[in-house]
């Protein structure tokens, strides 16, 4: 089986994890927690990081630091995991949900823009906070939510979880532009910790908030003192220390994501699929190479049982969370893009070690799929 993704651990990760045994540091105290974020944030160019137990937790607890809560509103994108918006329901806050545009498959950030505005002007309700999330390794159109940002003072969190590395051009990396920025390390992201995510700021007192919620509201170190409710979120040593492993070779796994990227470009070009977002202005990091099927398909479903009987792990893209059984009744802004990108995308084996036969014979076996008799009779009765 050619799998959709698995990490690459070719580096210090086995070196780095018999420091950890040899010297008793297997939990959250210990060397590498520090040292993954302090050569986290240097790679980003941000000021602080702050290591936690999951992307979820990090989301969790920069909404709550950023004002998140019962009675506030938080604007979020339809088309993503999950998670994006579980960890705004931990907070109890209401959440809005806005439609992907088809440039980059992020939420449509004018629309938003032009949302609020009209909100304002009639004394409707404005979201508190904004989570704009770069799905899929794009960066999103930020420029209109950093002018909502300084028009009404609502702050920014950035779901980076799957964007490592990807960055604006010329300009500054994701994660980086938000009041908080919030990455996975989950074991197929780019780099993995097991499990575990990362908070970037540049606000001193964030960064110390946060680390204070992670660590159950601790108030001493040598008593059980809390002076809030907090979280057991922190990350382990042994998690820091594949962190640190794995970052060493961030160039290098990029490198590869790109070469990756290229080669399906030029061997899917005479498929009926459309290739991924790639704005001009952005510098995609590329997670998962993932197309859109040309024509509207209800045999989505039987591309990816037909890619498994012949040795390829296909798999579909996400619901949008009004799909989503606890979503239902979230109140949303469009969901045509969003609706259409389900309905249509398919995610390719994109593992930064994917040997270029393996990918070969995967858009060998997608074409072969896509040209069968069974599946282009669905097609066209779709149509």
């Known amino acids: 089986m050619i799998p959709l993704v698995v990490p690459e651990l070719a580096g210090n990760e086995a070196r780095y994890l018999q420091e950890c045994v040899t010297s008793g540091y297997v ?19 941000a000021e602080h990081a702050v290591a936690c137990a999951s992307g979820t937790a990090a989301l969790h607890v920069a909404l709550r630091l950023l004002g998140a809560g019962p009675g506030k509103l938080v604007a979020v994108s339809d088309f993503t995991f999950i998670a994006s918006a579980n960890a705004i329901s931990y907070t109890g806050a209401d959440m809005l949900l806005v439609d992907s545009e088809p440039r980059t498959w992020n939420m449509d950030t004018e629309l938003l823009h032009d949302e609020v505005v009209r909100r304002a002007r009639n004394g409707g309700r404005l979201p508190d906070v904004i989570e704009i999330v770069h799905v899929l390794g794009h960066p999103a159109d930020v420029e209109p939510l950093l002018e909502l940002r300084n028009r009404f003072g609502i702050p920014i969190v950035e779901d980076a979880a799957e964007s490592l590395g990807a960055s604006w051009k010329p300009g500054p990396q994701v994660g980086t532009v938000g009041d908080i920025g919030c990455f996975s390390f989950n074991g197929n992201k780019l780099i993995t910790t097991g499990g575990g995510g990362m908070m970037v700021t540049g606000d001193v007192v964030i960064a110390a908030q946060a680390r204070h919620l992670i660590n159950q509201a601790k108030a001493a170190e040598d008593q059980y003192i809390h002076d809030t ?57 590329y997670w998962l190479y993932s197309v859109l ?50 309905g249509r995308g398919l995610s390719l084996p994109s593992s930064a070690g994917l040997t270029e036969n393996e990918q070969y014979a995967t858009c060998t076996k997608l074409r072969s799929i896509l040209n069968s008799p069974i599946i282009k009779n669905m097609g066209a009765n779709a149509r």
């Open 27 to 45: 939990s959250s105290a210990g060397p590498f927690v520090g040292r993954f974020e302090r050569e986290f944030a240097a790679q980003l160019g």
């Open 229 to 285: 409710v907090g979280y057991n979120y922190r990350l382990a040593n042994t998690s820091a220390a594949l962190g640190v492993a794995q970052l060493e070779r961030l160039a290098d796994i990029r490198r590869a994501k790109a070469r990756i990227a290229s080669r399906y470009a030029s061997w899917l070009r005479d498929l009926p699929v459309s290739r991924p977002p790639h704005a001009e202005w952005a510098e995609p990091s």
């Open 293 to 342: 099927l040309d024509d509207p398909r209800d045999e989505l479903d039987d591309v990816v049982a037909a890619g498994v009987d012949s040795g390829v792990q296909f798999r579909r893209l996400w619901p949008p969370i009004h799909r989503q059984a606890p979503y239902e009744e979230a109140e949303r802004l469009g969901g045509g893009v969003a609706e259409r990108i389900y």
